[in-house]
T-cell receptor, first 113, second 107 residues
Framework: DTEVTQTPKHLVMGMTNKKSLKCEQH?????MYWYKQKAKKPPELMFV???????INESVPSRFSPECPNSSLLNLHLHALQPEDSALYLC????????????FGSGTRLTVV | SQQGEEDPQALSIQEGENATMNCSYK?????LQWYRQNSGRGLVHLIL?????REKHSGRLRVTLDTSKKSSSLLITASRAADTASYFC???????FGAGTRLTVKP
């Protein structure tokens, strides 16, 4: 298995909803990442997990809450989002960023209404 | 601070021509990576070049790295309409992406 799987592919949620995005990989990668990408912009790094511990948090608003329950799974919990949070959310993983590239999932297209 | 910064921001060429895009970065790196993104999809890893390498090839892709100038270039030879996409570079230092180069290959 050489993929990063993200679910759901599309999500529409209201501003009072709580939802979660899921990311899964079975390549034994120990670093996992969340990125947010707005239309016609580059991906912006949100969170970095290394060995299941949060190592970088880019001062993302607390309405985004990451969770790494094990080495294969990375969740992004969403609560009280704003319409400007509508974006493509990308997950990536790497075996070791010093030596290897990153494998990206196909993303979750999130719309906040 | 942002690492990879690509130029040009947009490039339009005819099928069969070569496309060259450049990337600059700011700090010491172990490697630099190039990615392709088709509209609204995830990024696809194209090639990784290590800091002790100067040039690397993969099919129609050729990547160079100049650590003294902190810059890299990606050359796509004999371009095809299917190469139409955005191209990004990133380094292992912080895995941030620059604005990218939007390549359009006209049939």
């Amino acid at each position: 298995d050489t993929e990063v799987t993200q679910t759901p592919k599309h999500l529409v949620m209201g501003m009072t909803n709580k939802k979660s995005l899921k990311c899964e990989q079975h390549m034994g990668h120990r670093a996992m990442y969340w990125y947010k990408q707005k239309a016609k912009k580059p991906p912006e790094l949100m969170f970095v997990y290394s060995y299941e511990k949060l190592s970088i948090n880019e001062s993302v608003p607390s309405r985004f809450s990451p969770e790494c329950p094990n080495s294969s799974l990375l969740n992004l919990h969403l609560h009280a989002l704003q319409p400007e949070d509508s974006a493509l959310y990308l997950c990536a993983s790497s075996q070791d960023p010093k030596y290897y590239g990153y494998t990206f999932g196909s993303g979750t297209r999130l719309t906040v209404v | 601070s942002q690492q990879g910064e690509e130029d040009p921001q947009a490039l339009s060429i005819q099928e069969g021509e070569n496309a060259t895009m450049n990337c600059s970065y700011k700090t010491s790196i172990n490697n630099l990576q190039w990615y392709r993104q088709n509209s609204g999809r995830g990024l696809v890893h194209l090639i990784l070049i290590r800091s002790n390498e100067r040039e690397k090839h993969s099919g129609r892709l050729r990547v160079t790295l100049d650590t003294s100038k902190k810059s890299s270039s990606l050359l796509i030879t004999a371009s095809r309409a299917a190469d139409t996409a955005s191209y990004f570079c990133a380094t292992d230092a912080d895995m941030r992406f620059g604005a990218g180069t939007r390549l359009t290959v006209k049939p």
